[in-house]
Structures are given as C-alpha cells and as structure tokens.
T-cell receptor, first 114, second 115 residues
C-alpha cells in the first residue's frame, strides 16, 4: 500500500479562522478522497479530488466551506474555512492504490475549534 | 445516494469464539465492499474486501460473504483474539474502470473480545 502523510496531525483553532490540511502520497495516484470523522462516529465522504479536474463534493459539503486543491498526482489540500465548533472533527485523506478500488487512509488531522 | 446499515453497534464475544457483523446497502450499482478496522486513535485499516462478482472471500481468520440479491454482506472473524478488539466499519462503493464514487460507510461495530 501507499505511504500517506498528513499535516498537521492536530490543531486547535479559533472560530472564524481557516485551516489548510495537506495530504502527501509517496506514489502517483489518480483518485484522492477527503473524509470527516466526528468524535465517536463513522466516516463521511466530503469530496473526491482528481488531478486536473474540479473536486466533486458530496451532499451537504460545499466548495466555499471546504475548498480543495489537487495540483499533482501525489498531493492534495483541504481547507476548512470560517470554522465553527461544529467543524471539530478528524479529517482524513485517502487514496485509491493497488488493485482497483482499494482505498488507504492517511493518519488524519484532529481539528478542535474553540 | 447509497445508504449502508450496519449491525450490531456493539458486539461482545468470548476469546476464541466467532464474531459476525452484518451490513446492508441500498444502491444496486455498488460493486465494491471493503471492511476497515479502526483502533482507538488510529487510522482505518483495510482488512478485507469483496467485489460483486464474488460470493465469499477468506483471509486466514476473517471472511466476508456477499448476497447481491438481498444487498447484504457480512464479516466473519473466527477464533477471536484480544487484538481483534476494535471498531469495524463496512463500506460500499460503485467502482468502474474510470474511477470510483468514494466510500459510503456504515456506522461501525465496536467489537469487544472478553478474555
């Protein structure tokens, strides 16, 4: 499987500010995804980020709140904008790698908004 | 969109016994069904998956079965060990050669192995 890293691993932010989370993969991958996992809950897909095209957002998530960049095949960023306490979550990137469909997750970014 | 239901939410079994976790999905277009294990504070780890052209798949002590007609799939863990204690998530996705939709997850099952 691919080696996936995320920065920062955790952060505490003030409401109204923005945080950009980075996801780096050690090999080129076509498909990258961003998920949110609220405390004690399951994972929810935020958006799909493919290189060379606009990100595709799931219902309930909008580009103005969660802008995504995918400048190349090994890197993506997710920005959480104008944060509120409800945005406190773990944000995980994943990549599709290896046999078709297998997704592997990064270590996550634990965000606390005060 | 896809909806995945997972049961039970908590499962406690004696060490050495078997554990079964069940999931149902709603979208008949889904064709890829992975299972993830997540230990506290760690990332989800892919443990086994199955595609819609297969009815069953085994990997040592774990197995997954799929019933496409009924739209349900199950995870079976035999000879459970303390290190099997974790939260397990099922997921579903429609995957094609052109790409994937992204995973829809069940709510998770907290598996507790009693010594």
């Amino acid at each position: 499987s691919a080696v996936i890293s995320q920065k920062p691993s955790r952060d505490i932010c003030q409401r109204g500010t923005s945080l950009t989370i980075q996801c780096q993969v050690d090999s080129q991958v076509t498909m990258m995804f961003w998920y949110r996992q609220q405390p004690g809950q399951s994972l929810t897909l935020i958006a799909t980020a493919n290189q060379g095209s606009e990100a595709t957002y799931e219902s309930g998530f909008v580009i103005d709140k969660f802008p995504i960049s995918r400048p190349n095949l090994t890197f993506s960023t997710l920005t959480v904008s104008n944060m509120s306490p409800e945005d406190s979550s773990i944000y995980l990137c994943s990549v599709e790698h290896g046999r078709a469909g297998e997704q592997y997750f990064g270590p996550g970014t634990r965000l606390t908004v005060t | 969109g896809e909806n995945v239901e997972q049961h039970p939410s908590t499962l406690s079994v004696q060490e050495g016994d078997s554990a079964v976790i069940k999931c149902t999905y709603s979208d008949s277009a889904s064709n890829y069904f992975p299972w993830y294990k997540q230990e506290l504070g760690k990332r989800p780890q892919l443990i086994i998956d199955i595609r819609s052209n297969v009815g069953e798949k085994k990997d040592q002590r774990i197995a997954v079965t799929l019933n496409k007609t009924a739209k349900h799939f199950s995870l079976h863990i035999t000879e459970t060990q303390p290190e099997d204690s974790a939260v397990y998530f099922c997921a579903a996705e429609m995957y094609s050669g052109g790409g994937a939709d992204g995973l829809t997850f069940g709510k998770g099952t907290h598996l507790i192995i009693q010594p």
